[in-house]
Nanobody, 111 residues
């Protein structure tokens, strides 16, 4: 059974940084792509970043240059480093390894 558990969310001031983690079990990141999505209150879930099993990355335009996705195959963990956070980044962030989703971690940005 695939399980994804996110952590690292919290309250941060605008301009600050957070690092999200996703512990993956039941499936290997070395052979699967991983993505981060987010959902703000009243909004649809949206794509944030993706890393393929061969290491190629892709980002939503809104986070390009500020966020970095990474993974550690040995630990079967994924990460999302978020810098220069804005109020628009506030959301619940979800880890996704097809077809499974984590339960999310909340990021709140104060201005």
């Amino acid at each position: 059974q695939v399980q994804l558990v996110e952590s690292g969310g919290g309250l941060v001031q605008a301009g600050g940084s957070l690092r999200l983690s996703c512990v993956v079990s039941g499936i290997s990141l070395s052979t699967n792509s991983m993505a981060w999505y987010r959902q703000a209150p009243g909004a649809q879930r949206e794509f944030v970043a993706r890393i393929t099993n061969w290491g190629a990355t892709g980002y939503a335009d809104s986070v390009k240059g500020r966020f970095t996705i990474a993974r550690d195959n040995a630990k079967n963990k994924g990460y999302l480093q978020m810098n220069r956070l804005k109020s628009a980044d506030a959301a619940v962030y979800y880890c996704h390894v097809r077809p499974s989703w984590g339960k999310g971690t909340l990021v709140t940005v104060s201005t």
